[in-house]
């Protein structure tokens, strides 16, 4: 389920839309991904609707990994006609976390409260990306922690291979045309 609804949505809105979007004087997309792609890992991404075996977080990752791939791949395809970017909302206090699969999940969702920031705060990145100058093509804003942390571990070079791109895009495509 998360596949659908984090990457295959994602995937056939923005196809949908694609022809209005390009008819804008600058037309861009922004794919909300997260930091967690850098453990989404290894790609072509395997399990892809986690049926073998669903662990919450590891699913999670798999397609926010995806929606990186998805967002370098439309890049590519439109060129200079669009500017496609994904962008790292940050640890945002919404309902998700307090309506985990596990008490585990909930308990841990509680500890890291002081950590999170508030729903509003998280959307900045997509309001950023979707409306000022100087977001780049392909890139991954980051805010607060995870953008330290991303600058002492460079772990995305997953999501910068050409090949899982046009994977990840074929999958995507194969799926939303059944």
């Known amino acids: 389920m998360q596949f659908a609804t984090n990457v295959l949505g994602h995937f056939l809105l923005t196809g949908l839309l694609l ?12 794919t909300v991904a997260s930091y967690a792609h850098a453990n989404g ?4 991404i395997q399990d892809l609707n ?12 798999k397609t926010k990994l995806e929606n990186v791939l998805f967002a370098r791949e439309l890049q590519r395809r439109a060129g200079r006609r669009l500017l496609s970017t994904a962008c790292h909302p940050g640890y945002s206090r919404t309902n ?9 999940m909930q308990i841990a969702a509680v500890i890291l409260l002081p950590f999170s920031q508030s729903s509003a705060k998280g959307a900045e990145p997509t309001l950023f990306c979707g409306n ?10 980051r805010t607060g922690w995870a953008f330290w942390f991303e600058r002492k571990r ?8 050409r090949s899982g791109c ?7 495509l194969a799926s939303v045309t059944r």
């Open 50 to 61: 986690s049926e073998k075996s669903y662990k919450p977080v590891r699913a999670y990752s």
């Open 96 to 104: 998700l976390q307090f309506h985990g699969e596990s008490f585990l």
């Open 154 to 161: 460079e772990r995305d070079t997953a999501g910068r291979r």
């Open 41 to 44: 890992g290894p790609v072509p």
């Open 132 to 141: 000022r100058t100087g977001c780049e093509a392909c890139g991954v804003l």
């Open 19 to 30: 022809p209005s979007i390009l008819l804008a004087a600058a037309p861009r997309v922004v």
């Open 166 to 172: 046009l994977i990840s895009w074929r999958i995507s």
